[in-house]
Structure formats: C-alpha cells, structure tokens
C-alpha cells in the first residue's frame, strides 16, 4: 500500500490546517507526529470496522480524524494549533478492523507532511 499524506504548511497560533492520506478499502488508518528531536508520537486513528476513532490526550477535542469515502482519503482536521503541535505529520496503515494507537501496529507508512505552528 503506498501512502501519501498531504496538506501541511506554516501556520499561526489558533489557525487550523487539514491532513489528507490517499487510502482506502478495509484498513484503518492512523496518523502520527513526530516533532524535531522527539520521537514519533501517535496523534489519532480510524478503524475501519465500526469507525471508531481513538486520540491522543494532547490533540483530543481540537483535531479529528475522518474518512471521506468520495475521495478515498483519511482526512485529519487541525484546529486551534498551538506551537507544540509542529512536526512532521505521517499517516500509516493497519489491517486490523479497529484503531491503534502503537506505532507497531501499523503494517507501512507514508511520507510526511509538515506542520509548522508559530506565534
């Protein structure tokens, strides 16, 4: 499966930016970050049996992750950025039916897309 995510760029404090990873069929997908000299961190995922959704604690109630099945993408609503939330953003794919939040539970990886949060 080859996966590009897309949609990143440089924003201010507060605005909001939407992620887009081409994939689709019976595979849950997951976005994760990872921030200048930290490790790769999960962010949220879909499932694709029930479409259950899971979150970090850090982006929960400001971003969300949907699948919008008419183009074939997992999209990732951003909103309210804060300047932590700067990294290279990844979308990978599992082929379990349910969400995970391990970065060993994914089967491969797209290229990143940055994000950029300045005040």
């Known amino acids: 499966v080859q996966l590009q995510a897309s949609g990143g760029g440089s924003v201010l404090v507060g605005d909001s930016l939407r992620l887009s990873c081409a994939a689709s069929?019976?595979?849950?997908v997951g976005w994760f970050r990872q921030a200048p000299g930290k490790e790769r961190e999960f962010a949220a995922a879909i499932g694709w049996r029930y479409g259950s959704t899971d979150y970090s604690d850090s982006v929960r109630g400001r971003f969300t992750i949907s699948r919008d099945n008419a183009k074939n993408t997992v999209d990732l609503q951003m909103n309210s950025l804060r300047p932590e939330d700067t990294a290279v953003y990844y979308c990978?794919?599992?082929?379990?039916?349910?969400?995970?939040?391990?970065?060993?539970?994914?089967?491969?990886w797209g290229q990143g897309t940055l994000v950029t949060v300045s005040s």
């Open positions: 990978a794919v599992r082929y379990g039916g349910t969400p995970s939040t391990r970065k060993d539970g994914y089967q491969s």
């Open positions: 069929g019976r595979i849950s």
